[in-house]
Each structure stands twice: as structure tokens, then as C-alpha cells.
């Protein structure tokens, strides 16, 4: 694995028309790491992700994969990165183990290689005893996984994760996680992209913030929830409020309720009314996201 980072963009631009989609965006992804890009919808993360892929040509600015220019990726360091596309996009007439050898055979893998890979990934994905089984009867969780194992048989050294997990149950989305952060461990470099907040918060050693095309903030989970909420949250249900109006506690109406930003949380509940409702929990990073990018929902 390359000891420099095996993803870097300098000013990255994309325009379409009048429209500047990524507005002078720089971030690297390390090996051993897992880097997670953030944002609302129409943020230009997907704009970002394709660009990374090869799918869409930069405006302005540089990206350098494995030290290449992204314009000029060779063949072999193209074949050393993995892609989870959002869509389940797996054929659904044949077998699971037909799936992943028809797709070493996309990478020109020899066909030893391939069946020494094709248990080791089922194993990896705990989908061994679903390895003869149509596509089409395996549950969402397995074809999620099984899109995973897909991705890591040309045995790659940067994995590109488009939400890996979405419309997942909680026990599958944990046992991904759990193979992610392996995967982490062997020493490959991964960029994702998520609505999941929990889900960033586990995986990702670094986080970059982005909305209408430009990094609002980037750090890790835990700069970030310092930086932005501080350690504790108290939700307080309106009508009651802190008895200090003096700007001495941050705050931020959200409707029903007020929600306190404080790292001594025993101070904000003695300066609450007696018969106050609250809840009291530690911040995490929906709370750094909803701050930075607003509550207001977006559709496209």
C-alpha cells in the first residue's frame, strides 16, 4: 500500500452551465482509513463521488488517484479500486457465486484466482450458505453484502461506499460496520458517503462536511461535536426554559422544545424551572449536522 494518501483533490470544481455544482473542494483519503463525505441532498456529493469514479470530468482543480492524475488513471491502478453504488445493481437470474466470478472476470482475474477469492469473500460477507442461491431470494441485507463482496474481488486498495446501508435493518447495517472496520485493519482506504449519522460517527476517522458545493467544516467525529455542540445535549419541552436570558447557555429552538449545547449538563438542569420536561444525552453527530447544514428538508 502507498505510504501517501491514495486520494487527493485540490480544488475541485464542477460546473454544469451557470450551475457550479463543487465549488473549490479539497480533502484526502488516507490508507488504513475510512473518510466520510457528508451533506444534505444537492450538497455535491454525488457530483464529488462521480468525479472520484471516473464518471464525470472535473471543471477545475486536481485529483490524483494512487499519485495519477484521475484523467489519466492507468489501467492497473483502476483495477485496484473497489465501487458499492447505491443500487443493488446484481444480477438477479444467477447464483451468488456466479455473481461475484462473473465479475473477476470483469477484472480479467485468471479463473484459480477467482475461486480462491469467491469463499474467502462469502466467508468474509457470512454469506457462505447462500452461495448457490438465485440472487433474486436473498433478503436486502444479503444482496447489500453480497454488493460488498462484489467490490473486493479484485482485491482493491481504495473502496468507494455509496450508501453502503441504506433501507437496511439495524442488525444488518452493525454486521457491515463490523466488516468495514476490517477491512480498515488490512490496510485499505475508504471513501463513503451516508445519511447515517451513526453510521459516519462509527466508521469514519475523518469527516468532511459539504453543502451547496464547498466544505462547511471537516475534523473528526469528535472535533466536530466539540467544535459545533460541545459533550451533552438537554432538551428542554417548551414552555419551560433556562431562568438565565442572558446568553449564558447556547441554544437553538427547534419548535416543540429548546435544545441546550453545554459540556456541564448539572448547571443547565439547576438553572431549569423545577417541573421542567427534559432530556439529557450526549451530542453525536446529527446533532453537528442539523447545526452546520439546517433542519429544513430538501428533496432533490
Known amino acids: 500500500m502507498d505510504a501517501h494518501p491514495v486520494v487527493v483533490a485540490s480544488g475541485l470544481t464542477k460546473r454544469y452551465g451557470d450551475v457550479e455544482a463543487v465549488k473549490g473542494i479539497d480533502f ?19 457530483t464529488t463521488m462521480r468525479m472520484i469514479m471516473g464518471l464525470s470530468t472535473l471543471t477545475g482543480g486536481t485529483m490524483n488517484v494512487f499519485g495519477e492524475p484521475i484523467q489519466k488513471l492507468s489501467r492497473e491502478n483502476k483495477a485496484r479500486i473497489g465501487l458499492v453504488p447505491q443500487e443493488t445493481n446484481l444480477d438477479p437470474d444467477i447464483s451468488v457465486v456466479e455473481n461475484l ?16 477469492r469467491v469463499p474467502r469473500l462469502l466467508d468474509f460477507m457470512q454469506l457462505s450458505e447462500k452461495s448457490d442461491a438465485p440472487v433474486n431470494t436473498l433478503s436486502g441485507g444479503m444482496k447489500r453484502r453480497l454488493v460488498i463482496a462484489r467490490a473486493l474481488i479484485n482485491d482493491p486498495d481504495l473502496v468507494i461506499l455509496d450508501e453502503p446501508t441504506t433501507g437496511l435493518d439495524p442488525q444488518a447495517r452493525v454486521l457491515i460496520w463490523k466488516q468495514l ?17 451513526d453510521e459516519a460517527q462509527q466508521l469514519c476517522d475523518n469527516i468532511i462536511v459539504v453543502d451547496g458545493g464547498s466544505v462547511l467544516d471537516e475534523g473528526t467525529p469528535r472535533e466536530l461535536i466539540d467544535r459545533h455542540v460541545k459533550s451533552h445535549v438537554i432538551e428542554v419541552k417548551k414552555p419551560h426554559v433556562a431562568k438565565s436570558t442572558d446568553g449564558k447557555w447556547e441554544q437553538e429552538d427547534i419548535g416543540e422544545a429548546i435544545l441546550y449545547f453545554v459540556h456541564n449538563p448539572e448547571d443547565l438542569i439547576a438553572d431549569l424551572p423545577v417541573d421542567a420536561t427534559y432530556l439529557q444525552r450526549h451530542a453525536n453527530l446529527e446533532d453537528v449536522f442539523l447545526r452546520i447544514t439546517g433542519r429544513t428538508l430538501r428533496d432533490n
Open 28 to 46: 484526502s483519503v488516507p490508507s488504513s482509513s475510512c473518510v466520510g463525505l457528508l451533506g444534505p441532498n444537492g450538497a455535491g456529493k454525488s
Open 101 to 116: 466470478e462473473l465479475y473477476g472476470r470483469y477484472y480479467a482475474l485468471p479463473i484459480d484466482i477467482i475461486r480462491e
Open 181 to 197: 472496520l476490517d477491512l480498515k485493519k488490512q490496510g485499505r482506504a475508504l471513501l463513503l458517503t451516508t445519511h447515517y449519522m
